[in-house]
Nanobody
């Protein structure tokens, strides 16, 4: 089992920045990749950014050049640095981890990000 605790959301004006954190505990040796998803009411959860255990990253087109995902393996923590935030970035952001072998998805509890215009 993997437990994820995400934090760092809040209210920010357009153009501002926030940094989200996701601390993993439990069977962390089984994690192959981690990432951030976001969801707004009535819409499906969408991938924002992901990072593999080897450090390869992937971003949604809508956040490329503005968001940066990073991983501190020593602290078992993943970060999402969000710059130049837009009202369209308003959502609940969820940390995600995928296990090796039979892929199992683990989720954090979610953290609200609200960007005002």
């Amino acid at each position: 089992q993997v437990r994820l605790v995400d934090s760092g959301g809040g209210l920010v004006q357009a153009g501002g920045s926030l940094r989200l954190s996701c601390a993993a505990s439990g069977s962390i040796f089984s994690i192959s990749a981690m990432g951030w998803y976001r969801q707004t009411p009535g819409k499906q959860r969408e991938l924002v950014a992901s990072i593999t255990s080897g450090g390869s990253t992937n971003y949604a087109d809508s956040v490329k050049g503005r968001f940066t995902i990073s991983r501190d393996n020593a602290e078992n923590t993943v970060y999402l640095q969000m710059n130049s935030l837009k009202p369209a970035d308003t959502a609940v952001y969820y940390c995600n981890a995928v296990s090796t072998g039979v892929p199992i998805n683990y989720w954090g509890q979610g953290t609200q990000v609200t960007v005002s215009s």
